[in-house]
């Protein structure tokens, strides 16, 4: 009996159990996988719509559970745990940002961001926007959470299958600057490292080109950013095994998922690691054309030129600069693009 397993990171794994296997056969072979030898809790799910299979009896036969060889199985864990360093954890003391490290899957959120400046971008029926992407599945848009961690929320999405990994990816950020300055120097960063660490540290602190470089580098993985009012796709830690794709409209960024077509799809159904072959080129592809549709729609913020007002304070600035500088000095952190 073979069966491909589809594993928390969107990675798939083959494996090969007896015909006569049990519950414990299959459970041990997906302990052997690397990612998930320190689980405390794994789900599998099967059939279509998926729906977890019964693992309490260790010793009940797989094939009457309705498993069949060539199924997929969907694997997933209870959490989604990461080691934060020392140094970071008391550079980040103080900060009032949380450091819980395990937090479990939420529901994906396909609403459009509650940031009143941000466009709509669902269509009549409330879908997110999608383009085909061969004959049975589209590349479709996930719109993070407009809440200054919109870029953390898209990346741990795609790698962590998790929305709520943000102030640890922000710490591992802090990490690799504080442990290679020659790589992130002061010049690079705009201001001291240390003082910059603290900085992305704090849940208001904005993502950009820096960090999407050092989480590429961290996971060994490839992050390609495509910008929506340009086109352009920048590849961070190009040539990897496999990719990532994250939509950048200007203040905003939201990943890019590979779904089955004509399902309302849910985060289970989503593929959002790639890998770097002909199909996933085909899944690049698509996901620029799922760009040029987000364009049309204008779906995209022109930084250098908009009004942007801070809710808190009332203040008024223009461009992105300004209002990023604001809310470094002042803490700030909801604004809403005026006209």
């Known amino acids: 009996m073979r069966l491909k ?46 729906k977890p299979l019964d693992l309490s009896n260790k010793n009940a036969k797989i094939i009457e559970l309705g498993v069949s060889s060539g199924d997929q199985l969907i ?18 003391a103080g900060l009032g940002v949380s450091l819980s490290t395990s937090s479990p899957v939420p529901a994906l959120e396909t609403s459009k ?39 953390f929320r898209a990346i741990g999405y795609a790698l962590l ?28 960063l ?6 910059y660490c603290a900085w992305i540290s704090r849940s208001n602190s904005w993502g ?28 961070f830690n190009p040539n990897r095994p496999t990719f990532i794709i994250v939509v950048y409209s200007g203040i ?21 690691v790639f890998d770097n072959d002909s199909a996933g080129q085909q899944v690049l592809t698509a996901a620029d054309d799922l760009a040029t549709l987000l364009r049309k729609r204008h779906y995209f913020t022109d930084t250098a030129g908009f009004s942007i007002k801070c809710d808190v304070c009332g203040s008024v600035f223009k461009g992105e600069k300004q209002a990023q500088t604001h809310s470094e000095s002042t803490g700030h952190a909801k604004f809403q693009e005026i006209s």
């Open 5 to 50: 397993l589809r594993l928390p990171s969107s990675a798939s794994q083959v494996v090969a159990l007896s015909d006569d296997a049990v519950v414990a056969d299959l459970l041990d072979e997906v302990r052997r996988i690397g990612e998930l030898q320190h689980a405390a809790d794994v789900q599998v799910r099967s059939g279509f719509p998926p």
């Open 75 to 92: 694997v997933s864990v209870a959490s989604t745990a990461i080691e934060l360093p020392e140094e970071v954890k008391k550079l980040t």
């Open 113 to 151: 961001p509650r940031n009143a400046s941000m466009p709509k971008t669902m269509d009549d029926i409330g879908r997110p926007p999608e383009v085909p992407c061969g004959p049975d599945n589209v590349v479709v848009l996930r719109v993070m959470d407009d809440d200054n961690s919109c870029l």
């Open 161 to 188: 299958r998790n929305l709520d990994t943000m102030h640890e990816l922000r710490s591992l950020v802090a990490s690799a600057i504080l442990e290679d300055p020659s790589e992130y120097p002061d010049v690079v």
């Open 190 to 195: 705009g201001k001291p490292r240390e003082e």
């Open 208 to 235: 950009g080109a820096i960090e999407i470089a050092v989480l590429a580098k961290h996971f060994d993985i490839t992050i390609c950013s495509i910008d929506v009012a340009t086109g352009r796709v920048d590849s």
């Open 252 to 272: 905003h960024y939201d990943t890019v998922a590979l779904a089955p077509e004509g399902v309302e799809a849910t985060y289970e159904f989503d593929q959002t």
